[in-house]
């Protein structure tokens, strides 16, 4: 896994820059952070090497921006480097998160928590149309042919309106899309 | 405890490599075996994790809080390190695989055929949640109402999602 020309950064430099990055993007848009931090900032993988990473990112299970990590913090050093990256990634989210924990789990049984439910429920529904918007643009941009368009809606039928569990859906789907993509790649 | 602590690892290992196309495709399987199956959380709880969670990178440790009220701060760490161990090592595998000749030829068909299934997932995984946690026409309503905005518009999630936290206090104070 040679890289081009880059610098190879010492496995503290690597945990620093996920350690920043961890620190940083509250509130969405992960991949642009990184991309920043690596990419512009630092210069350790070029654009089309970070594009291939988030493609592969995308292609494990998993969630994306953690595969990402791992899959960048290899490509720069193998293994200590995917462990450095995601360590400093997680580090200061998951204290922070564990401390909010803590206090959600003390605070809202109390009688002056209604106000604290009624606001974490329009939160948490805004957050739901969060998803929902994402995935609705992903396939503004990505989905141009009936056939990929009826593999996503029947996903959003099963697992949607139906609720069939996700395993069940997926041993279905997936060679169906594969099927899918096979025919019109053979046209 | 040790019962608990294993049922979260076993539940969460397994979802870990079911999430195509991100975390957000097994909300729906998550909520249903912590609140239906194990009876952990409420539904209600469900959704104040979530959207405690979805602001603070990654966007996914809601797994975090699950096991946390589960089986306290162990909990917590095992649920973490069963949903992101699984995937992070498919995906070393996968990288140290790419990077081999012969792969080239089946990259694009395989990200053309999980693009759609991807978009299904986070689609279906919003209506599901909607579906299932207890919402109110309210709820329904600053739903379908960010869907739209955030869809259609280039505002940050995040200005929302506080925007609708205190929209929803008003209207219960």
Redesign the interface.
């Known amino acids: ?1 040679a890289n081009r020309s880059t610098p190879r950064p010492s496995l503290a430099a690597l945990f620093l820059s996920f350690l920043t ?2 620190s940083t ?4 848009g ?1 991949m642009g952070w990184i991309r920043r931090e690596l990419v512009e900032r630092r210069g350790w993988i070029d654009d089309q090497q970070f594009l ?2 988030y ?13 990402l ?3 960048i913090g ?2 720069l050093r193998g ?1 200590p480097g ?1 462990v450095a990256a ?1 360590a400093g ?2 580090l200061v ?2 204290a ?3 401390t ?2 803590v206090f ?2 003390a605070a ?1 049984d109390l009688p002056g928590a ?2 604290i ?23 503004q941009h ?2 141009r042919r009936i ?3 009826l ?6 039928v ?4 139906l ?1 069939i ?3 069940e859906v ?1 041993v279905v ?2 060679p169906v ?2 099927a ?3 025919l019109e ?1 053979a046209r | 405890m040790t019962g608990t602590l294993l049922q979260i690892a076993a539940m969460f290992s397994v979802l870990s490599l079911l999430a195509f196309g991100g975390g957000a495709a097994t909300l729906p399987d998550m909520q249903r075996q912590a609140v239906e199956v194990h009876r952990w959380i409420t539904a209600r709880e469900f959704l104040d994790m979530f959207a405690l969670s979805r602001a603070i990178p990654p966007g996914s440790l809601i797994v975090v809080l699950i096991g946390q009220k589960a089986a306290g701060i162990l909990g917590g760490l095992v649920a973490l390190v069963a949903m992101f161990g699984p995937s992070s090592l498919l995906a070393y595998a996968t990288v140290r695989l790419w990077h081999r000749a012969g792969a080239a030829a089946w990259r694009e068909t395989l990200e053309q055929a999980l693009a759609p299934v991807t978009i299904g997932l986070t689609i279906a995984s919003g209506i599901a949640l909607a579906r299932s946690t207890e919402h109110d026409l309210a709820g329904y309503g600053v739903t379908a109402g960010t869907t739209l905005l955030l869809t259609l518009t280039r505002a940050h999630p995040l200005m929302v999602m506080g925007a609708c936290a205190v929209l929803m206090m008003l209207v219960a104070g």
Do not use: D, E, K, W
Not at chain 1, 127 to 136: D, Q, R, S, V
């Open positions: 896994m990055i961890g993007s509250f509130g969405g992960l291939v990473c493609g592969l990112s995308q292609m494990v299970p998993g969630a994306t921006n953690v595969n990590s791992v899959i290899t490509q293994v995917a995601l990634l997680l989210p998951l922070i998160l564990l909010l924990g959600y789990f809202h209604r106000l439910n009624a606001g974490l429920a329009g939160a948490g529904a805004a957050a739901i149309g969060f998803n929902i918007a994402t995935g609705l643009r992903l396939g990505n989905l056939g990929p368009v593999v996503a809606a029947a996903i959003i099963g697992i949607g309106v609720r569990p996700l395993i997926l789907m997936l899309s594969l899918v993509t096979l790649r």
